[in-house]
Structures are given as structure tokens and as C-alpha cells.
């Protein structure tokens, strides 16, 4: 491949050539995730999966989609080697290996679902272009999907590995939480996690609060459509620095850094719980300082969601930007910062990119 010469004699032909393919197959991976969101989108992933070579006309037809799309889309998936491609029967198969990554049945593997935040994000590039100049932030009414996306994200990531992963952290939860206790979510979206557990937990109560009307809305319509009576959200700003009532647990699931006062938010949580309550933060994990990221397995794009969502939500509210990647050794001083003097982090296995911090006063 051609690469554009540096007059300089230091220029190094063999790194240039390497970086020049680096990009080539950037084009590519960025391609295959933008198609793969769309694989999710309309099902195709799901209706290829467990079925044997078919015929470009057999797939479209079962979801209901249009030939010519699909071709082109299965094209990208052949090229890309995700799907099997028979050039003699002209049959296309998705082998069961990679529809284990990429189907709802997969959950909570599917990297379909995280494909979502790149078109998500895009979406909104002419606007962050604009704040690139301004500094300005974006609000959450300005990304189409959002809460459809983190709600289906965090269902993954949180709502399928409550049982056997998130309540085992904590030795006894699973008991109180079956005798009764009061708990609190914060930014809770769409509300999965505390719908989740209120139909598991009938002697429990329930709430979430967050900044979306519409977020909470659709919570309780979902409690409603589940009968549930023990769980209620609210839409309200979480920055008002006051205490938000009296609880045995506060969890907070990838809703601390993106807040308007996220310091704030933290001292409101400490102040909101019982003497001996819990407070169960799940963020983004990583290091504060960008050096110690450098082999971080998601590194480019944790920090390319902090720049299209994640830092500017926060600064349209007039707060920090602390950004995805604000890090373990800041998360940790905010929280003693907030009183919390007990502070253990976790890690589980099915979750690579969050930290799970159990803090106590
Ligand atoms: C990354 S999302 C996580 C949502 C949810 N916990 C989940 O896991 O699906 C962060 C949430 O914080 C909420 N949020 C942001 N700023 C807020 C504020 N100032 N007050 C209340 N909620 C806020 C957003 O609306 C959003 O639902």
C-alpha cells in the first residue's frame, strides 16, 4: 500500500505499513458493528441461528425482510467471516459458535447488544462535532434509543446475573431481601433490575429514581403490566444533595459517573441509608490515569462512549464530565469523600468492564 512519505529521514516505512493495515481493518471492524447492530435490530442473527445453509430467499422471507437488504447485509457478514457462505448452493449459514455471541439466546453473551451504543452514538456526531468547538454537553433527549439500549445492555450485564452473581457478593443479602428490607436504585432507566427483583422479593420494597420521565414511566408501567405493588419510580434530578429517605440498600448500576453531581449523589446515598445499609455501586472499572489503560481490553471504546455520551450527559447538566473511564482510584476517594470508611471492590467473571463496589459507612 502506498503511504504518504515524510521528507524526514526518520520516518519508518515498516511502522507506517503496519499502522496503514491497523486502520484498513478499523474500517472493517467499524463496518461489521455498525451491520451488526443492524443484524440485531432485525433479527436476522436470532432466526439464522440454529438453522442449517439457506438460501438468501429462505432468510429474508422468515424475518420478513427485503431480499435486496439482506443480501447486501449477509455480504458483510460473509466478508467478514462471521456467516458461512456456499458459493455452489448459494446457502449462507451463521455457525452455532458465533451465534453464541450474537443472538438474544446468547444473553448474557451477546455483543450484538453492545454493538447498539456505536450507531447510538453516531447519531449524534454532527452535535458533538459542534461541542468539540463549544464545550458544551448533549442531553439525553438529543440520542435516539438510549434507554432502550442500556436497559437491554443492563439486562444483560446486571438483570441475568443478579441471582447467581450480583446478590452473592454480599453474604446474607439473598435472606433479607426474602424477610423484607427497603432498597433504592438510582438512575435506574428502564428499571430492570429493581422490577427483577420485587417479583423475586414480594416482602421488599422497591424504588428508583431517575432524571427520565420517560425512563420512569415505563418502569412502572412495567411494574403495573407485572401486578407488582411492592416497587414505585419516580422521575426526579438525584442532585438536589438531600436525603432521598431511609434504606437497607441503595445500588447504583453504571449511574454514578455520567450524573450532574455525581459527589453529590454519593454524600445523598450515605446520608439515605440505615447505619448497618449497603450500598452497592456498579461501574465502569479501569484506572483513572489513561497511561495504566493502555491494554485495557475495551480501552477505545469505553473512552469513545465517554466522548459521545457518557461525559457530555453530564456536562449539558451542568456537571463534571467525569467521563466512563473516571477510574477506580477516583470512584474510591469519592466514596470515602461521602463517608464511606468500608469499601470492598469485586470483579465478577461474566462482566469485564465493571467493578462491583460494596461501601459501608
Ligand atoms: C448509564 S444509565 C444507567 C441506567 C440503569 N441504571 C441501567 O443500568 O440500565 C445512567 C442513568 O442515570 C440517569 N441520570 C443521569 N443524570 C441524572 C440526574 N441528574 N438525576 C437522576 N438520574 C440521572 C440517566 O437518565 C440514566 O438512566
Same mark, same amino acid.
Given at each position: 500500500?502506498?503511504?504518504?512519505?515524510?521528507?524526514s529521514?526518520?520516518?519508518?516505512d515498516?511502522?507506517?505499513?503496519?499502522?496503514?493495515?491497523?486502520?484498513?481493518?478499523?474500517?472493517?471492524?467499524?463496518a %461489521?458493528?455498525?451491520?451488526?447492530?443492524?443484524?440485531?435490530?432485525?433479527?436476522?442473527?436470532?432466526?439464522?441461528?440454529?438453522?442449517?445453509?439457506?438460501? %438468501?430467499?429462505?432468510?429474508?422471507?422468515?424475518?420478513?425482510?427485503?431480499?435486496?437488504?439482506?443480501?447486501?447485509?449477509?455480504?458483510?457478514?460473509?466478508?467478514?467471516?462471521?456467516?458461512?457462505?456456499?458459493?455452489?448452493?448459494?446457502?449462507?449459514?451463521?455457525?452455532?459458535?458465533?451465534?453464541?455471541?450474537?443472538?438474544?439466546?446468547?444473553?448474557?453473551?451477546?455483543?450484538?447488544?453492545?454493538?447498539?451504543?456505536?450507531?447510538?452514538?453516531?447519531?449524534?456526531?454532527?452535535?458533538?462535532?459542534?461541542?468539540?468547538?463549544?464545550?458544551?454537553?448533549?442531553?439525553y433527549?438529543?440520542?435516539?434509543?438510549?434507554?432502550?439500549?442500556m436497559?437491554?445492555?443492563?439486562g444483560?450485564?446486571?438483570?441475568?446475573?443478579?441471582?447467581?452473581?450480583?446478590?452473592?457478593?454480599?453474604?446474607g443479602?439473598?435472606?433479607?431481601?426474602?424477610?423484607?428490607?427497603?432498597?433504592?436504585?438510582?438512575?435506574?432507566?428502564?428499571g430492570?433490575?429493581?422490577?427483577?427483583?420485587?417479583?423475586?422479593?414480594?416482602?421488599?420494597?422497591?424504588?428508583?429514581?431517575?432524571?427520565?420521565?420517560?425512563?420512569?414511566?415505563?418502569?412502572?408501567?412495567?411494574?403495573?403490566?407485572?401486578?407488582?405493588?411492592?416497587?414505585?419510580?419516580?422521575?426526579?434530578?438525584?442532585?438536589?444533595?438531600?436525603?432521598?429517605?431511609?434504606?437497607?440498600?441503595?445500588?447504583?448500576?453504571?449511574a454514578?459517573?455520567?450524573?450532574?453531581?455525581?459527589?453529590?449523589?454519593?454524600?445523598?446515598?450515605?446520608?439515605?441509608?440505615?447505619?448497618?445499609?449497603?450500598?452497592?455501586?456498579?461501574?465502569?472499572?479501569?484506572?483513572?490515569?489513561?497511561?495504566?489503560?493502555?491494554?485495557?481490553?475495551?480501552?477505545?471504546?469505553?473512552?469513545?462512549?465517554?466522548?459521545?455520551?457518557?461525559m457530555?450527559?453530564?456536562?449539558?447538566?451542568?456537571?463534571?464530565?467525569?467521563?466512563?473511564?473516571?477510574?477506580?482510584?477516583?470512584?474510591?476517594?469519592?466514596?470515602?469523600?461521602?463517608?464511606?470508611?468500608?469499601?470492598?471492590?469485586?470483579r465478577?467473571?461474566?462482566?469485564?468492564?465493571?467493578?462491583?463496589?460494596?461501601?459501608?459507612?
Amino acid at each position: 500500500m502506498d503511504t504518504a512519505r515524510d521528507p524526514s529521514p526518520r520516518f519508518d516505512d515498516a511502522k507506517a505499513e503496519q499502522f496503514a493495515e491497523r486502520m484498513m481493518t478499523a474500517l472493517n471492524d467499524a463496518a %461489521l458493528v455498525m451491520m451488526t447492530s443492524i443484524g440485531h435490530r432485525t433479527r436476522l442473527f436470532d432466526s439464522m441461528a440454529g438453522r442449517p445453509p439457506s438460501s %438468501l430467499k429462505e432468510i429474508a422471507a422468515k424475518v420478513g425482510l427485503s431480499d435486496r437488504y439482506v443480501r447486501e447485509w449477509l455480504a458483510v457478514m460473509v466478508t467478514s467471516r462471521v456467516v458461512d457462505y456456499d458459493a455452489v448452493n448459494e446457502t449462507y449459514h451463521l455457525p452455532a459458535e458465533h451465534a453464541a455471541f450474537t443472538t438474544r439466546a446468547a444473553t448474557p453473551d451477546n455483543f450484538a447488544v453492545a454493538a447498539q451504543y456505536i450507531p447510538l452514538a453516531a447519531g449524534i456526531e454532527d452535535i458533538i462535532v459542534d461541542r468539540f468547538r463549544t464545550g458544551e454537553g448533549v442531553h439525553y433527549h438529543d440520542y435516539a434509543r438510549f434507554h432502550e439500549v442500556m436497559a437491554e445492555d443492563s439486562g444483560q450485564t446486571v438483570v441475568a446475573a443478579l441471582f447467581d452473581h450480583i446478590l452473592p457478593l454480599v453474604p446474607g443479602l439473598t435472606g433479607h431481601l426474602k424477610r423484607g428490607i427497603d432498597v433504592l436504585d438510582v438512575g435506574c432507566g428502564r428499571g430492570r433490575a429493581m422490577l427483577k427483583l420485587a417479583e423475586t422479593f414480594p416482602a421488599s420494597r422497591f424504588q428508583g429514581i431517575d432524571l427520565s420521565e420517560d425512563a420512569a414511566d415505563y418502569a412502572n408501567a412495567s411494574a403495573a403490566e407485572a401486578g407488582l405493588s411492592n416497587i414505585r419510580f419516580t422521575a426526579a434530578d438525584l442532585s438536589t444533595r438531600e436525603r432521598f429517605g431511609t434504606f437497607d440498600l441503595v445500588t447504583a448500576f453504571d449511574a454514578v459517573h455520567d450524573q450532574k453531581d455525581p459527589q453529590g449523589l454519593l454524600d445523598s446515598v450515605a446520608r439515605s441509608l440505615n447505619p448497618d445499609g449497603l450500598f452497592l455501586m456498579q461501574d465502569i472499572g479501569g484506572s483513572s490515569h489513561l497511561e495504566r489503560n493502555a491494554d485495557h481490553p475495551l480501552g477505545p471504546f469505553l473512552y469513545a462512549i465517554s466522548t459521545l455520551h457518557c461525559m457530555p450527559v453530564s456536562l449539558a447538566q451542568g456537571g463534571p464530565g467525569l467521563g466512563t473511564m473516571w477510574g477506580e482510584e477516583l470512584a474510591l476517594d469519592m466514596l470515602e469523600q461521602a463517608g464511606f470508611g468500608n469499601v470492598t471492590v469485586e470483579r465478577l467473571p461474566h462482566d469485564p468492564i465493571n467493578v462491583y463496589y460494596l461501601a459501608r459507612a
